[in-house]
């Protein structure tokens, strides 16, 4: 199976900062890489979809890149709506493996 | 709008089966992969199974391999998840998600399994 490492695994910040998660997976998914966004009772969210591809209606301060191994989830100024838990999922093989998720709350 | 919704979850005894339906409005499945994916109460994600478009391929996270089926009936626009000889361990909500990237998801239904 493919494991999925995200980092850090909470995430400490300020409304207008610039946001970077990273995830790595333990061997290479080429760009099947999927990044969701879970509010609390809520279902995920569809973010960015083949590593870099920002899913309709997202906002452009979300941003997807990397490939292979590595991959990194961008939010370039954070807003008040953002602070969630946000998972990466790789859809390369199976069995579909997430992330162990990233929180991010309010400094 | 696009959407699906989740029903079935409910308290059930270890061994026990339950079966789980995701309707689907706004668009046709029939040309869509579907899946199911789980939360267990304050836990990650975990994909569970998913099934292509005509429902000859199947596939299972190892954990419920032999106890759940999944199924789908394009005519009626609907996903299913028959699950059999229930744990503790499946204990979650249950989330169907739509396509090969998984959009957009249904708003859960929860299964409890305890005696």
């Known amino acids: 199976d493919i494991q999925l490492t995200q980092s850090p695994s909470f995430l400490s910040a300020s409304v207008g900062d610039r946001v970077t998660i990273t995830c790595r997976a333990s061997?290479?998914?080429?760009?099947?890489l999927a990044w969701y966004q879970q509010k609390p009772g809520k279902a995920p969210k569809l973010l960015i979809y083949?590593?870099?591809t920002l899913q309709s209606g997202v906002p452009s301060r979300f941003s997807g890149s990397g490939s292979g191994t590595e991959f990194t989830l961008t939010i370039s100024s954070l807003q008040p709506e953002d602070f969630a838990t946000y998972y990466c999922?790789?859809?390369?093989?199976?069995?579909?493996?997430f992330g162990q998720g990233t929180k991010v709350e309010i400094k | 709008e696009v959407q699906v919704v989740e029903s079935g979850g409910d308290l059930v005894q270890p061994g026990g089966s339950l079966r789980l339906s995701c309707a689907a409005s706004g668009f046709s499945i029939s040309s869509s992969w579907m899946n199911w994916v789980r939360q267990a109460p304050g836990k990650g994600l975990e994909w569970v199974a998913n099934?292509?478009?005509?429902?000859?391929?199947?596939y299972y996270v190892d954990s419920v391999k032999g106890r759940f089926t999944i199924s789908r009936d394009n005519a009626k626009n609907s996903l299913y998840l028959q699950m059999n000889s229930l744990r503790a361990e499946d204990t979650a909500v249950y989330y169907c998600?739509?396509?090969?990237?998984?959009?957009?998801w249904g708003q859960g239904t929860l299964v409890t399994v305890s005696s």
């Open positions: 998600a739509s396509r090969f990237w998984f959009d957009p």
């Open positions: 083949a590593a870099s």
């Open positions: 061997q290479g998914i080429a760009s099947y």
């Open positions: 999922q790789q859809l390369n093989s199976y069995p579909r493996t």
């Open positions: 099934i292509n478009q005509d429902g000859s391929e199947k």
